[in-house]
């Protein structure tokens, strides 16, 4: 039974930073796809950052690369979303994602229909 659970979210001042972690079991052997994304009210689902398990090869939104960074740390079974410089456009419900079969070599589908587990959920406000 695959869970994910995210955490880390939270209230902060334009420019501040957050760490948001997603705790995976359940999925711990095979080739998989890793992904946060985000989601406006009433907007569809928004891929931010895409982790490949084999080889951490990574991709990320053009619109806050530079300033997100996605990681796995396979030890504690977490894939970490590192959000620094935010601005109130950052402003969203975060959500982590995993599949098992949205890749192509080492890179990631970017839709969210590829994705078949899903966290919770962790808000994110930056004022």
């Known amino acids: 039974h695959v869970q994910l659970v995210e955490s880390g979210g939270g209230s902060v001042q334009s420019g501040g930073s957050l760490r948001l972690s997603c705790l995976v079991s359940?999925?711990?052997?095979?080739?998989?796809?890793m992904g946060w994304f985000r989601q406006y009210p009433e907007k569809e689902l928004e891929r931010i950052a895409t982790i490949f398990s084999e080889d951490s090869a990574s991709d990320v939104r053009a619109s806050v690369k530079g300033r997100f960074t996605i990681s796995q740390d396979k030890a504690r079974s977490t894939i970490d979303l590192q959000t620094n410089s935010l601005k109130a456009e950052d402003t969203a419900m975060y959500y982590c994602?995993?599949?098992?079969?949205?890749?192509?070599?080492?890179?990631?589908?970017?839709?969210?229909?590829?994705?078949?587990?899903w966290g919770q959920g962790t808000q994110v406000t930056v004022s």
């Open positions: 359940g999925v711990t052997r095979g080739r998989r796809c």
């Open positions: 994602a995993a599949s098992t079969y949205a890749y192509s070599g080492n890179l990631c589908r970017p839709d969210p229909f590829s994705f078949t587990y």
